[in-house]
């Protein structure tokens, strides 16, 4: 139990987290006069350069055309996966004067910012939804039930990711550098991660790499079930669920061992 | 020197043997370690600090407080009062000790701490109920009641940002007041806003008392803590200085406040300047007290002289020897000279003490700064030594004003005083 207490904590307080996404999103977005549009703008951007970068500067490869379509699902869950951990890493320097100030659990910081990144997803989710239907219909792609098991995907790297957020924002408070250390993975990871192109793109002899690499089974999942539509390799979930499981466990861990500092330090 | 008040009623804080230090490079910030020498070294490396290398906010405190008790904690910038109800309130983990809360707790350590300035003062009062540990529901009923506290109805839909720091200030308040705590620890808040809204907050506070709820404060409004808390405890370098009946305390504090801020500007004698001809110089100047030794500190109503060591360059017709003794800002209390005072100038060579014996110091306790001088009948400075030295009066009641004549109070008809 006292390993996983940082996640207990989250769920009492869960009203909060909800209220500092909601704020956050809302601060976010009241600068701007698109207001919440800028959600769908945003990935629709996106979507524009990729489908006219792909179309007429690089041939890609016959197995993932429209290869926008494929790159939109991988880059969307990637920009939640990297912004989140990065929010995550600032998330005590942010809310510096909550932390000192009142008796709030530190775990609602990084939580929020995982929640305000997982809403900025899901808002943006319509649109990859249109995208699949235009292209379906215009019978590029024939999707299945396997869209299905998309959710399940995000819940599990939900899990993944906040895991990784509790250790990225207890560790930033005690050191300086774990944002360059986080964003330098990140970078490494999104090429060695296939989010750019299929698994099947690794030659065989290196694919037991992605055996190494906690990101790859959840872009192979997002990939499966978002533009091959075909179902999730059992071995994926295993992964999938092994590395949410490492990562939750791992992130509460030091987290609730760094509690105490948080507040003093933050 | 404590004053647990009804040994009978569990308390409802306790702070027991409680030191908190901190390590010395967290003041400035984080990140000063680096997340790759701590790997290398294990995770421990960023661990606590100890007692050799951390400054030491708080050593040793301990006191308890009773239901219903409503206590000020004063001292100096630094003593550690923050930490003490850092610690009450759960942010910070004591070093050493233990600390123990019974009911719920609200901390009002910094008005609208949990304000973000970009959104409606409906989503913070939300925030802020939630941070404070309200439920959503309670938050809704509460509302309007908080609103109308903080009286910012027509505005509850703008960013805070847009709001008056007073606005800011009330809306935090009435949020934290609303939660209903059982103990509440207020940080010097009060004095953030106007006087309308210090008024009722503190009746609000008067409410909390006589629910019976349990108030501790933090203030450097010592008039505030006399008049509001029964108890008041002194802190002092970490330290608790003393703990007992506020009023108690707050003197106690008060008078080694007088007491260091008299070193300092005794220390800071002799700062003021000289002028004159130089026809005759003064070599030296002292207080003495009734036993005729040269002193910093006179006892008031006791008999003392202040003495001048005077050389005159050459043979002098026309000499005037003159103290004057002035309050630290600066107001004169007394000044007289020879000649005032009767003494016809005739001859005058070679060196000289001069002294003015006082028969009795009439002087209120405090710091005083003495200017001798020795000058012509016509005002001409030989010699003017501004605040050549200062002294201490020191008594054993206070009064106000800078004479206090010996006295005694009597009364005739029906009044009579406790022995």
């Known amino acids: 139990m006292s390993v996983l207490s940082p996640v207990a904590r989250t769920w009492t307080h869960r009203a909060l987290v909800r209220a500092l996404v909601r704020r956050?999103?809302?601060?976010?977005?009241?600068?701007?006069?698109?207001?919440?549009?800028?959600?769908?703008?945003?990935?629709?951007?996106?979507?524009?350069?990729?489908?006219?970068?792909?179309?007429?500067?690089?041939?890609?490869?016959?197995?993932?055309?429209?290869?926008?379509?494929?790159?939109?699902?991988?880059?969307?869950?990637?920009?939640?996966?990297?912004?989140?951990?990065?929010?995550?890493?600032?998330?005590?320097?942010?809310?510096?004067?909550?932390?000192?100030?009142?008796?709030?659990?530190?775990?609602?910081?990084?939580?929020?910012?995982?929640?305000?990144?997982?809403?900025?997803?899901?808002?943006?989710?319509?649109?990859?939804?249109?995208?699949?239907?235009?292209?379906?219909?215009?019978?590029?792609?024939?999707?299945?039930?396997?869209?299905?098991?998309?959710?399940?995907?995000?819940?599990?790297?939900?899990?993944?990711?906040?895991?990784?957020?509790?250790?990225?924002?207890?560790?930033?408070?005690?050191?300086?550098?774990?944002?360059?250390?986080?964003?330098?993975?990140?970078?490494?990871?999104?090429?060695?991660?296939?989010?750019?192109?299929?698994?099947?793109?690794?030659?065989?002899?290196?694919?037991?790499?992605?055996?190494?690499?906690?990101f790859a089974p959840f872009f192979a999942g997002v990939h499966d079930s978002l533009f091959f539509f075909r179902p999730i390799a059992a071995s994926d979930w295993l992964r999938m669920a092994a590395w949410a499981a490492v990562s939750l466990a791992l992130g509460a861990a030091v987290f609730e061992r760094l509690r105490d500092s948080i507040a003093e330090e933050a | 020197m404590s004053a647990p008040p009804t040994p009978a009623v569990p308390a409802v804080v306790s702070v027991s043997a409680v030191s908190k230090v901190f390590r010395r490079y967290a003041r400035r910030g984080r990140g000063s370690g680096s997340l790759k020498s701590a790997l290398l070294a294990g995770l421990g490396a960023g661990g606590r600090g100890t007692a050799a290398n951390g400054v030491v906010a708080l050593s040793d405190v301990s006191f308890e407080v009773a239901p219903g008790e409503t206590l000020g904690v004063i001292g100096p910038n630094g003593s550690g009062k923050s930490t003490l109800l850092?610690?009450?309130?759960?942010?910070?983990?004591?070093?050493?000790?233990?600390?123990?809360?019974?009911?719920?707790?609200?901390?009002?350590l910094e008005l609208g701490a949990g304000f973000h300035p970009e959104i409606s003062g409906r989503e913070n009062v939300e925030i802020n109920g939630l941070l404070l540990g309200l439920t959503r529901a309670q938050i809704a009923e509460r509302f309007d009641a908080i609103v109308r506290f903080a009286g910012v109805e027509e505005f509850l839909d703008a960013p805070v940002k847009t709001y008056s720091s007073g606005m800011a200030v009330r809306l935090g308040f009435a949020i934290a007041a609303a939660s209903e705590p059982d103990?509440?620890?207020?940080?010097?808040?009060?004095?953030?806003?106007?006087?309308?809204?210090?008024?009722?907050?503190?009746?609000?506070?008067?409410?909390?008392?006589?629910?019976?709820?349990?108030?501790?404060?933090?203030?450097?409004?010592?008039?505030?803590?006399?008049?509001?808390?029964?108890?008041?405890?002194?802190?002092?370098?970490?330290?608790?200085?003393?703990?007992?009946?506020?009023?108690?305390?707050?003197?106690?504090?008060?008078?080694?406040?007088?007491?260091?801020?008299?070193?300092r500007r005794l220390r800071e004698a002799g700062a003021g300047g000289r002028v004159g001809s130089g026809a005759a110089t003064i070599e030296s100047v002292r207080v003495l007290d009734r036993d005729g030794r040269p002193a910093g500190r006179l006892k008031r109503g006791e008999p003392a002289a202040?003495?001048?060591?005077?050389?005159?360059?050459?043979?002098?017709?026309?000499?005037?020897?003159?103290?004057?003794?002035?309050?630290?800002?600066?107001?004169?209390?007394?000044?007289?000279?020879?000649?005032?005072?009767?003494?016809?100038?005739?001859?005058?060579?070679?060196?000289?003490?001069?002294?003015?014996?006082?028969?009795?110091?009439?002087?209120?306790?405090?710091?005083?700064?003495?200017?001798?001088?020795?000058?012509?009948?016509?005002?001409?400075?030989?010699?003017?030594?501004?605040?050549?030295?200062?002294?201490?009066?020191?008594?054993?009641?206070?009064?106000?004003g800078v004479w206090s004549p010996p006295r005694r109070w009597s009364t005739a008809g029906s009044v009579r005083w406790r022995q």
């Open chain 2, 86 to 108: 850092k610690l009450l309130a759960g942010i910070l983990r004591p070093t050493r000790g233990r600390v123990e809360v019974r009911g719920r707790l609200a901390a009002l």
């Open chain 2, 183 to 263: 103990v509440f620890l207020v940080d010097e808040v009060l004095a953030v806003g106007d006087e309308a809204f210090a008024h009722r907050a503190l009746e609000r506070f008067a409410d909390f008392e006589r629910a019976g709820k349990t108030l501790l404060f933090v203030s450097h409004d010592l008039n505030l803590v006399t008049e509001r808390c029964r108890r008041a405890i002194w802190l002092e370098g970490g330290r608790i200085a003393a703990d007992g009946p506020a009023a108690d305390t707050v003197a106690r504090y008060r008078e080694h406040v007088a007491a260091t801020e008299g070193r």
């Open chain 1, 24 to 214: 956050e999103l809302s601060a976010r977005y009241r600068g701007g006069a698109l207001g919440f549009l800028w959600s769908f703008v945003n990935p629709l951007l996106l979507l524009l350069v990729y489908a006219t970068v792909f179309r007429f500067v690089f041939a890609p490869r016959a197995d993932v055309r429209p290869y926008a379509l494929f790159l939109f699902g991988g880059v969307l869950v990637w920009g939640f996966v990297s912004s989140a951990l990065l929010d995550a890493v600032d998330a005590f320097r942010a809310n510096g004067p909550l932390l000192r100030k009142t008796t709030v659990a530190p775990e609602v910081f990084p939580a929020a910012a995982v929640g305000a990144r997982l809403a900025h997803l899901l808002l943006a989710l319509p649109v990859l939804a249109a995208a699949i239907a235009v292209v379906a219909m215009r019978g590029g792609i024939r999707p299945g039930p396997e869209l299905l098991e998309f959710p399940v995907v995000l819940a599990l790297l939900v899990v993944a990711v906040f895991g990784a957020a509790l250790l990225c924002s207890a560790l930033a408070v005690s050191f300086g550098d774990v944002r360059d250390v986080v964003a330098n993975l990140l970078t490494l990871a999104f090429f060695v991660t296939p989010v750019l192109y299929p698994v099947e793109a690794v030659p065989p002899r290196w694919r037991w790499l992605l055996w190494l690499n906690p």
């Open chain 2, 306 to 400: 202040i003495e001048m060591t005077v050389r005159a360059r050459e043979p002098l017709a026309d000499f005037v020897f003159g103290f004057q003794v002035s309050t630290v800002p600066g107001a004169v209390v007394f000044g007289s000279n020879t000649l005032l005072d009767g003494h016809a100038p005739d001859s005058f060579s070679g060196a000289a003490t001069v002294s003015l014996a006082i028969p009795s110091v009439d002087l209120a306790p405090g710091v005083y700064a003495l200017d001798a001088a020795v000058h012509a009948r016509s005002g001409a400075p030989y010699d003017y030594w501004r605040d050549a030295l200062r002294f201490e009066v020191t008594a054993h009641a206070a009064s106000a």
